[in-house]
């Protein structure tokens, strides 16, 4: 079998994060998120991973993104994953882990609608997960994987991301991902790390004393800290990466993240059989969002169709991207269903 | 580039997702790309539950398909899905437990009672307390048949060990037993025509 | 003893090296000044300050960072609990503690307050109850009287509307986990002397053993929990005199200060 392994998605987060070298994971079940929480709990004390010394099961999503960002003001590499309701339920301890500058890894499995919604995949937290989620202004770096490949590779790089600006990093996934199972290349043994935490709260070491907070009472003071954060947003947009595919003849650039850029590969092999010049433009980085590389297919003129599971969101970034230059175009499905390469070439000859 | 598409569908306890991890990891053992995709209810048991999966000689764009090459339906419901199944695609029926008769003309149908050879199965001595859960089993073999692929024991017990881990392993003798009876049961019909089938 | 300056309070005195020296925000008459200040005594006593993180609840405790000189992470609110396992987790040789109040506590932050007790996380809290939220301005705690007026309970609370006060002590003596369940006083005791009010040290330095027992219990890996009755007079509206009679008149009546739970015999024979 050439070494692959046959993974979940959710499965291949965990084994990607204790490869990464994950010390501490801290879990509240919910659906369909789960399987990253019971792979760390079965793997938990494999000599395999002699840096995973943590793994402990909260009381609530409010408890579990707090015990991460304590363990991650320790300097330790601490992960928590969720799905939609409770995601939102973290945004508190991801809002304060920003304002103390406390890196961290959460994973967001997507799943239906506001509120319970259901357990079927949609892409309706991409505005949350871009614009911050909480409250106070802020960013994270959100990494969409589309394959279980790149949910056993996306953690390292998280963690490295994380620690290199001092900023919780989301890995925006979803239902579909996170129970999809594909046959994977295990990661390359992990290099290991090496980052800086001369910042964290290990004790006054050589007297040096360290204070995570994210109080600043005076005006002044709150302005310069929030100057600060925002030059390291500003420095993140050099973090950009996106992946593109037969667009410098395409008519049409269809734009798609996460499972249903998968989907719109399909489509543009299809349709390129068929006589359509369809290409693709994926983000793999939700924030920053790759602004200026999709400005240059609208400069050319060429037509966007947005293709995602929720009711118009990442439509607003490919249209503030656009600019107005050219025609953006928007297709989605909602509560579990996806649309079909059918339904994407119909779309396409529509819009020709 | 080669690739395969399969939806099996069916109900709770069916061990309708089993089915599809065997598929697939019988594709990734002959060096096969494969995406696995469950669907299913919130229920653990009773629901309609369904899974895709696909095989390629190289890598895979979409993990689910518009069109599906083999509907393996194990339930009267799971026939709905006739109609996704590609021209002259494959419709394995497990006919113990269906009698809506297929509409689709052009597809090619084996029937197999795979619950029935399940069930069977009890007095045979497994440490199971009800056969019926090696239905899926029967069917993955009738699959293997079906498509004309040869019966590699050992393969077919490597495909199961990967699906059955711990402390389900006990399961695999039972499984390979219930495998090998459905691969029979095609292999000695094979070449049926659509009316011999006892589907019409 | 007449101390006339800081600066000779400090030269008769000392300052511990875990007090920064920054002046504090906490209202004149609050005991908040006296908890930090015995914490700081105990944790330089006992040599761990520098093995030592503070987490920083939100209220009028939230500033500790200012005034307590040792590693801090300032937690929100009601969630110092679930901060402090992460961090005693992934590093038990640190002794981890947080200072909350009523409202952070046994409001917003109970269930985590009760887990952390059940599931026996090896930290500290001390809680200051001083029946009422104090940083926003004194609306109603869990700990506030029934019929005792705050802004949100104009006409007194309301027995009906709200229920009773809580007991935290009762609460997490439901639970196994706890090896130190303790209740003090941190205010000091009016008493009528020949001159007028004089105050007894007697609780506040009583308030230091327990804080310092809590820490030993830490470190024998337990987790221990010490409620301190505290005033608020700016809140209740009274003068310091009248807030220090209104906490031994009434207040320590409903919460009598005593050793709920010492599985480590930490105070003597294990209880």
Redesign the interface.
């Given at each position: 079998m050439n070494g692959r392994v046959l993974l979940k998605g959710n499965e291949a987060i965990a084994y990607g994060a204790l490869e990464a070298g994950l010390?501490?994971y801290?879990a509240y079940p919910i659906t369909p998120s789960t399987e990253t929480p019971e792979t760390l709990a079965k793997e938990f004390g494999n000599s395999k991973y002699p840096d995973f010394?943590?793994f402990?099961q909260?009381?609530?999503e409010?408890?579990?993104i707090?015990?991460?960002?304590?363990?991650?003001?320790?300097g330790?590499l601490?992960m928590t994953a969720t799905s939609s309701p409770g995601f939102s339920l973290k945004q508190?301890?991801i809002s304060?882990a920003v304002g103390?500058e406390v890196p961290f890894v959460i994973v967001d499995v997507n799943r239906g609608g506001p509120g319970l919604g259901n357990l079927g995949v949609e892409q309706s937290d991409y505005l949350q997960a871009t614009r911050g989620g909480g409250h106070g202004g802020y960013k994270l770096i959100v990494l969409a994987p589309n394959s279980v490949q790149e949910m056993l590779s996306f953690p390292k790089l998280a963690f490295d991301l994380a620690f290199k600006y001092r900023n919780p990093v989301l890995i925006l996934s979803d239902a579909f991902l996170g129970q999809l199972k594909e046959d994977i290349a295990p990661n390359q043994s992990a290099n290991g790390h090496n980052y800086d935490i001369s910042w964290a709260?290990?004790?006054?070491?050589n007297?040096q004393?360290?204070?995570?907070?994210?109080?600043h009472l005076e005006s002044d003071s709150q302005e310069k800290h929030e100057r600060h954060l925002y030059q390291k947003y500003v420095q993140m947009r050099n973090e950009v990466r996106f992946e593109k595919m037969d667009t410098d003849d395409a008519d049409i650039v269809l734009v798609s993240y996460g499972i249903t850029s998968r989907i719109c590969k399909s489509a543009v092999k299809t349709g390129r059989e068929n006589g359509l010049r369809i290409g693709l433009f994926r983000p793999i980085t939700l924030n920053p969002f790759p602004y200026s590389q999709l400005s240059i297919l609208a400069n050319q003129g060429k037509k966007l169709l947005v293709v995602e599971l929720n009711t118009g969101e990442m439509v607003e970034d490919v249209m503030l991207a656009a600019n107005g230059t050219t025609r953006v175009e928007q297709m989605n499905r909602l509560g579990g269903n996806v649309p079909t390469v059918a339904d994407i070439l119909a779309k396409c000859k529509e819009m020709i | 580039m080669t690739s395969r598409s399969y939806l099996i569908v069916g109900h709770g306890g069916q061990g309708v997702l089993d089915l599809g991890n065997f598929l697939s990891y019988d594709a990734m053992l002959h060096g096969e790309r494969t995406a696995y995709t469950p669907s299913y209810g919130p229920e653990t048991r009773g629901g309609k539950v369904r899974c895709y999966v696909v095989t390629s000689d190289e890598e895979i764009d979409s993990p689910i398909v518009d069109e599906i090459d083999v509907l393996v339906a194990m339930n009267n419901p799971s026939m709905d899905f006739e109609k996704v199944v590609k021209p002259k695609g494959l419709l394995l029926m497990n006919q113990s437990l269906i009698d809506r008769v297929p509409t689709r003309r052009d597809l090619q149908v084996i029937g197999i009672p795979a619950t029935d050879i399940a069930d069977k199965m009890k007095d045979q001595g497994f440490a199971l307390s009800d056969t019926r859960v090696l239905q899926n089993s029967v069917a993955y073999g009738a699959t293997l048949a079906t498509l004309g692929k040869p019966f590699d024991k050992e393969e077919v017990r490597a495909v199961l060990e990967h699906v059955y881990q711990g402390s389900k392993s006990r399961f695999i003798p039972a499984n390979l037993e219930a495998a090998r009876a459905g691969y029979e049961f095609v292999a000695e019909r094979q070449g049926l025509k659509f009316a011999e089938c006892g589907c019409d | 003893m007449m101390l006339q300056s800081v600066d000779e309070y400090e030269t008769k005195l000392g300052v511990p090296e875990g007090w920064t020296r920054t002046p504090t925000h906490y209202c004149p008459g609050c005991e908040h000044g006296i908890l930090t200040r015995l914490i700081a005594t105990v944790i330089e006593g006992m040599g761990i300050?520098?093995?030592?993180?503070m987490?920083?609840s939100v209220g009028c405790s939230?500033?500790a960072?200012e005034y307590l000189?040792?590693?801090?992470?300032?937690?929100?609110h009601g969630?110092a609990p679930?901060?402090?396992?992460?961090?005693?987790?992934?590093?038990p040789e640190?002794t981890v503690f947080t200072v909350q109040g009523d409202g952070d506590a046994l409001a917003i932050g109970l269930?985590?307050t009760i887990?952390a007790a059940i599931r026996a996380e090896p930290v500290t809290v001390f809680l200051y109850n001083n029946s009422i939220y104090g940083m926003t301005g004194g609306q109603m705690a869990p700990t506030t009287a029934v019929g005792q007026v705050t802004t949100t309970t104009p006409y007194g609370r309301d027995l009906q509307k709200t229920g009773n006060p809580i007991d935290i002590m009762k609460i997490l003596s439901q639970t196994e986990g706890p090896s130190y369940l303790r209740r003090g006083i941190l205010a000091p005791e009016p008493v009528e002397a020949k001159h007028g009010m004089m105050y007894q040290a007697k609780n506040v330095l009583q308030a230091k053993k327990i804080i310092e027992n809590a820490f030993k219990v830490q470190q024998k890996g337990g987790y221990s929990f010490v409620e301190f009755l505290g005033t608020c007079n700016v809140n209740w509206k009274m003068t310091v005199e009248e807030s220090k009679h209104f906490l031994y008149d009434q207040v320590a009546k409903r919460y009598p200060p005593g050793i709920f739970r010492d599985k480590l015999g930490i105070e003597g024979s294990p209880k």
């Open positions: 010390n501490a801290f010394k943590v402990l909260a009381a609530s409010l408890e579990a707090n015990m991460t960002l304590g363990a991650a003001s320790t330790d601490a508190e301890g304060y103390m709260t290990l004790g006054m070491k007297g004393r360290h204070v995570l907070n994210s109080l | - | 300050r520098e093995k030592t993180v987490v920083d939230v500033l960072y000189n040792c590693d801090h992470i300032q937690a929100p969630r679930a901060v402090m396992a992460g961090v005693k987790r992934t590093h640190l269930l985590g887990y």
